[in-house]
């Protein structure tokens, strides 16, 4: 049995080589390290199959999050409402522009972020709301716009989970996630579901204006070369980056197919064990198995009989690979921890870190892989 690891990216690249090597060398070949030709192409692939009218690549999805805030204007002080249950990328760059984050509770069925805690949060000074598609489901975007709108406010997603699930609204109507509010962000770090070689990201949107405002952003606010506007950052995905995504792209839909048929043979094999709830795909309007509203970047379920941390080991010493995400609270980080939370607003959160358990989630993994962890597991719960 191949070694059973969290993600696998050697396997993958293993049976890519050829193209991801050419494309690699035609870099070398040309030495345009820096806005090559494959940075606009893969922009163009990526506008295509996203449908979206602007992709704007940027150096990583921590900087995408950051230039999407600084394009719509935010201010110091304005509120910007997100999970407190998530990777701190989104709460940093809040922190780092000045805005007040307000950390609210998650669903403790999709981990993502709860449609009545998002509203009570809601004040005079709140500009923004951040859904982060956590862990590779859509979060409730028909109900967030419902409530942006009201209260005319910017949907930046964070859609470094997410990329290639497709949202499908009460009416009907499908689009990608990462395309359906003001601003959609990605990452494409290596574990990422499109990862390249190295660090990258990604910003989304449908709107011209911000468009425009963003591609000078990136650029040392420059919309005229030596020309600053406004006050800028050097954010740019490098063309070798871009090379290899270029070719991962097309396989994309590939991948997030192996990631959902791993997570069907993992719910099969627990669907019978009282001590695990399996991730639910409850967020959108489809029954589960139509539904694309779930990549699995990560196959996360919750054990209930007080014995995660003792699973957690077990498989370690079995020699599988799996990671508690997220271990700690946002809103009890040292570095985000505030006297305006109650702890009794995040009781979902507070709950999870102590149940959930990530397990090996990836392109490569085989059935013989597959039969191995969740035996190990469902003998261990018994
Ligand atoms: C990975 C990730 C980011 C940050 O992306 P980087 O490319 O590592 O900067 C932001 N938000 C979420 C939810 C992520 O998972």
């Not at 956590?134 to 406010?153: P, R, T």
């Not at 099969?268 to 959108?284: G, K, L, Q, R, W």
Request: proline fraction near 3%; include cysteine.
């Amino acid at each position: 049995m191949k070694k059973i690891h969290m993600v696998d990216l050697q396997s993958q690249y293993q049976k890519i080589k050829e193209t991801v090597d050419q494309s690699i060398k035609e870099v070398l070949n040309s030495s345009a390290y820096i806005n090559g030709p494959q940075v606009k192409e893969f922009q163009a692939d990526l506008e295509k199959y996203l449908d979206v009218k602007h992709v704007i690549p940027c150096a990583n999805g921590t900087d995408a999050l950051q230039i999407a805030m600084m394009g719509l204007g935010l201010q110091p002080g304005d509120e910007v409402i997100t999970a407190d249950f998530t990777f701190a990328a989104t709460v940093e760059v809040i922190g780092l522009l000045q805005l007040t984050p307000v950390l609210v509770d998650v669903d403790a069925d999709t981990f993502n972020i709860n449609i009545d805690a998002l509203k009570k949060a809601i004040t005079p000074k709140t500009k923004a709301i951040v859904p982060v598609h956590l862990f590779g489901q859509v979060a409730n975007m028909d109900a967030i716009m419902q409530i942006a709108k009201e209260h005319h406010l910017f949907v930046i997603e964070d859609n470094a989970q997410a990329i290639g699930a497709t949202y499908t609204f009460k009416d009907g109507t499908k689009k990608k996630a990462g395309t359906i509010g003001n601003v959609g962000t990605t990452s494409f770090f290596p574990s990422k579901n499109l990862g390249c070689y190295g660090d990258g990201g990604a910003i989304f949107t449908n709107d011209d204006d911000l468009a425009h405002t963003i591609r000078g952003i990136v650029n040392h606010g420059m919309y005229k070369r030596y020309y600053h506007d406004v006050v800028g950052v050097n954010s740019r995905l490098d063309s070798m980056q871009a090379a290899v995504l270029k070719v991962k792209l097309p396989l994309l839909d590939s991948y997030c197919d192996a990631r959902r048929n791993a997570a069907k043979f993992y719910n099969n094999a627990f669907v019978n064990n009282s001590n695990i709830i399996t991730p639910t795909t409850s967020s959108c309007n489809q029954i589960c198995d139509q539904c694309d509203c779930h990549v699995f970047h990560q196959y996360t379920i919750q054990i209930t009989n007080g014995k995660r941390d003792d699973l957690h080991q077990h498989l370690l010493d079995k020699g599988i690979a799996n990671a508690i995400y997220y271990p700690v609270p946002l809103h009890q980080q040292k570095a985000y921890k505030d006297t305006r939370y109650k702890e009794e607003d995040f009781k979902v959160t507070n709950k999870l870190i102590d149940t959930v358990i990530s397990l090996p989630m990836h392109t490569e993994l085989d059935n013989e892989q597959l039969t191995f962890i969740t035996e190990t597991i469902t003998n261990f719960l018994k």
